[in-house]
């Protein structure tokens, strides 16, 4: 056996744990298992860990040599990977290097078309939907308006007429990066099937599922519909990249869709919590307690025909930039990441990886009470962070609201020793700056009391991706598989 099947090197080790097969219990730490694993699913980690080195190379390539470095695998082993994956459309070869003495290297990248990956955020009022290709890069974009309290069926119908209207957008205008089709009159009522075109979004909405099929009469999505059990790559708890060659094959067979969406591997859903995010089921959502014990996963990939992993808005965007290393610190770190919009929320990522805790439970930040006779808050509690800050927010006193927030920051930092906070959400981001300073000053004094004059306050800053931070992040929930992630996200089981 080679080196690489032991997780040996750079990328090998810190993913080690994702091949232990075991179902709904990864995404907590993702350091949990050594147990060993049968040959293909080794063959399928390997190639993942590849596979996540030639994204993380961007389009400057990485060469075999290079590869057998930093994953612990023979050059032998590499080459018949990236022979693989270069069959299977996924890498293509990015020129040659420079010879240092003998032969001249040989490049390879990642090809980002190759697959896509939906991600949809489902806020309290609003919705937003990206399409992003396997780099993590957004194709393009959809904002519409939501209401959240208006009953599962319909934000179900609504959700998914903006993931077909998106890749009926793409399909029908060849939409370049980041295009907005702007916001569509959706949400609290669905709109009758069909009838997208009406909407100046481009092709008809009914019409993303031709786009999206595959020879077989299928979505093109690389799992396969739902309604046959079979999750493809994303399935399988223990598999982590697994499936990476397999994905490949699978974008392989199904083609390209018109307009060039290739591969749709699942979407990605991001909603406020709490909620059950192996098993896909939302709670008492504060504010809208008839979501408690809505299958929302499961309801939403029976409609879209497409794999579907359901996660809080907060875990989805911390997730997002740390696989994507715009968190602003080293790899390996630990961060908060405080989502203040309709709502107030954490996402943690404690050593480089999202902890979720063991029910989905952590993270629920803004209801940690600071104020025992303050403001009810709609979780039932009185004076929790969330409901003081937008009732500050309310009154347009934001240096309060940045000051209430900031106490609750600090109390992550005394608990979790974490590197640095990083600020989102729509309320921030309208004027971030004062945001940003208010938390950094409640920081800082704490700083100064525990550590004397020479204490480092951590430091705080504006999380990088806007608006679309939340959706960028749930697609990365999808591609996390593709690239030997699985200890980072946890898919249904194979049913």
């Known amino acids: 056996m080679n080196r690489g099947s032991s997780g040996a090197g750079t990328a090998g080790t810190a993913r080690a744990a994702g091949t232990t097969g075991t179902t709904g219990t990864a995404g907590t730490t993702g350091t949990a298992g050594t147990a060993g694993a049968n040959l293909p699913l080794l063959r399928s980690h390997n190639a993942a860990l590849v596979l996540d080195l030639l994204r993380t190379a961007g389009t400057a390539g990485i060469s075999r040599l290079e590869l057998a470095e930093r994953t612990g695998l023979t050059p032998q082993a590499v080459s018949k990977i990236t022979a693989r994956l270069r069959a299977d459309g996924l890498a293509a070869e990015a020129g ?135 999750w493809g790559p994303l399935g399988g708890q223990g598999a982590p990249g697994g499936s990476a060659a397999e994905a490949g094959q699978a974008a392989q067979r199904a083609g390209a869709a018109p307009g060039g969406v290739r591969g749709v591997l699942g979407v990605g859903v991001a909603v406020p919590g709490p909620l059950d995010h192996v098993g896909g089921v939302l709670h008492r959502v504060t504010g809208f307690p008839a979501w408690d014990g809505f299958p929302l996963r499961d309801a939403l990939a029976r409609r879209l025909g497409l794999p579907v992993v359901l996660d809080k808005d907060t875990n989805a965007a911390a997730l997002g930039l740390a696989l994507r290393g715009v968190s602003g610190g080293a790899a390996g770190d630990s961060f908060a990441y405080l989502h203040l919009g309709t709502g107030l929320g954490a996402g943690l990522v404690l050593g480089g990886a999202l902890y979720r805790g063991a029910r989905t439970g952590a ?133």
Do not use: M, Y
Not at 434 to 441: C, I, K, L, M, Y
């Open 96 to 230: 040659r290097r420079a010879s240092t003495g003998g032969k001249p290297r040989t490049v390879l990248r990642l090809v980002p078309t190759a697959g896509h990956a939906v991600g949809l955020h489902l806020d309290r009022d609003e919705l937003t939907a990206v399409l992003a290709d396997l780099s993590g890069t957004p194709v393009a974009a959809r904002t519409a308006p939501l209401a959240f309290g208006a009953g599962a069926e319909r934000v179900v119908e609504a959700a998914a007429r903006e993931v077909e209207a998106l890749l009926a957008q793409v399909a029908g205008e060849g939409s370049g990066p980041t295009a907005d089709a702007g916001r569509a009159p959706w949400g609290a009522q669905a709109a009758p099937r069909g009838q997208g075109a009406s909407r100046g979004q481009g092709a008809p909405a009914g019409s993303a599922a031709d786009a999206g099929r595959g020879p077989s009469g299928g979505l093109a999505g690389l799992g396969g519909p739902a309604a046959q059990g079979g």
């Open 363 to 495: 993270g629920e930040f803004g209801h940690q009470v600071i104020q025992l006779d303050g403001p009810l808050c709609g979780c039932g509690n009185r004076g929790c962070v969330e409901a003081l800050c937008l009732d500050a927010v309310s009154r347009g006193d934001i240096a309060e609201a940045a000051r209430v927030l900031g106490a609750g920051a600090a109390n992550l930092v005394g608990l979790l020793d974490i590197d640095r906070v990083l600020l989102g959400g729509r309320t921030v981001d309208a004027d971030a700056e004062p945001f940003v300073r208010g938390v950094a000053d409640v920081l800082a004094e704490r700083a100064r009391r525990e550590g004397g004059p020479g204490a480092v306050p951590v430091p705080v800053a504006v999380a990088p991706g806007g608006a679309r931070g939340v959706a960028d992040g749930a697609a990365q929930l999808v591609l996390a598989s593709v690239f030997g992630r699985a200890a980072e996200v946890a898919f249904p089981a194979r049913r």
